[in-house]
């Protein structure tokens, strides 16, 4: 598994970047696309491997789908038009691919078997199996159905209100697309909204949802009509420049056509509570998804607190923040966030450790952490474990350490963003 070697930041960050497509929209629209009638086309598509993950499943459930670069062509022919798989549908690394699948496959009267590399082998899959087998999908898996591999064969299903213990995009996505052939009416209420991309996204597919507050409800019987997809760039992948250019100095990065939905914004507000620099402009929306440049210049940052309702419009992005919280001024706290134990690596342990051997001050609880600034770093031999998020973080970092940082497993990062430290580096010219 690769090493790489990294050095602290010589000049200050600048330049203009265009981050690749949002991950969970471009999972979303191969899906879509894959289950409506008539061809859908994707611009901007993810080429991160979880992304291709999704492309590679659903073409082994027989369905024409053609990619040239970041573009994409799905011949789609309804749910009809999926077949029994010969081979094992293999989802790699994305936890996003399985669980909206086994929404989809809820409804297939066909048998299929899932799995993933040994990540997805320990993340949780009954918060999902549990309402499935509810609705009347007949699944199984280690741990009575928590683990992969999966079997599920699909079947006739009826609606349920479900109500999810956690704040999950993929919980509710998978339960409203298994409610999309079900009999009657299909609702999940959250403790707390989750991202919304799958609702905005069915109604560009010409199916409607009735969303309130934390609750969506989706009418079984509505099907999809083919769509053209413009994926705006993945606020989770600029997180990583937005604190890269807060905490090295006299840095000036503009981040192009990023995409805002509310739901997935919370490291704007954040940054901006903490005292950074952030400006938008070139405001606008294709179709449901609202975007913008974001321009970030160096500023010094004060600590936080992150709790309730903003840790799923962040989830994602903690890793990053903890790294800025090294860098502010005071205490950041960080709860309400024990649903990071379960990504691809237990990432309150994984950020906790790292970030200690590079010298910061920072503690795990049970559900964040506790991280006590500013904290000068240096470099050493860390670890991604895997875990796409935390080798761009440790390569953020990098930038303001002293000495050499050295990442294993630094690979994982193509996960959700192929090219990322090479980008990084071409800000330092
Ligand atoms: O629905 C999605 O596209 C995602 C939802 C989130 O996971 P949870 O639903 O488990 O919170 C997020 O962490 C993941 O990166 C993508
Ligand atoms: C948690 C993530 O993705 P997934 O759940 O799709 O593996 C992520 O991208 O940080």
Sequence with gaps: ?????????????RGTVAVPGDK?????????????KGTTTINNFLLGEDCLSTISCFRKLGVSIKQKDNTVAIEGKGFEGLSEPAEVLDVGNSGTTIRLMLGILANTPFHSVILGDSSIGKRPMKRVTGPLRQMGAKLDGREEGNLVPISIRGGSTKGITHTSAVASAQVKSAVLLAGLRAEGETTVIEPHKSRDHTERMLDSFGVKTVSSENSVTITGGQSLKAAHIEVPG???SAAFFLVAGSIVPDSEITLKKVGLNPTRTGILDVLLAMGANITLSNESSDGKEPYADLT?????????EISGDFIPRLIDEIPVIALAATQAEGTTIIKDAAELKV?????????VRQLSAMGADIEATDDGMIIHGQTKLRGTQCDSFGD??????????????????VISNSEATAVSYPGFYEELKKLQQ
Excluded: P, Y
Excluded at 1 to 13: D, E, F, H, P, Y
Excluded at 343 to 351: F, H, N, P, S
């Design 296 to 304: 970030i210049t160096f500023s010094s940052l004060k600590g936080t």
């Design 343 to 351: 990504k691809e690596t237990d990432r309150i342990d994984t950020v």
């Design 234 to 236: 993945d606020i989770s």
């Design 388 to 405: 796409h998020r935390i080798g761009m973080m440790l390569a953020v970092a990098s930038l303001i350490a002293e000495g050499e940082t």
């Design 1 to 13: 598994m690769g090493n790489i070697s990294l050095t602290r930041a010589q000049n200050a960050l």
């Design 24 to 36: 969970s929209i471009s999972h979303r629209a191969v899906m879509f696309g894959s289950i409506a």
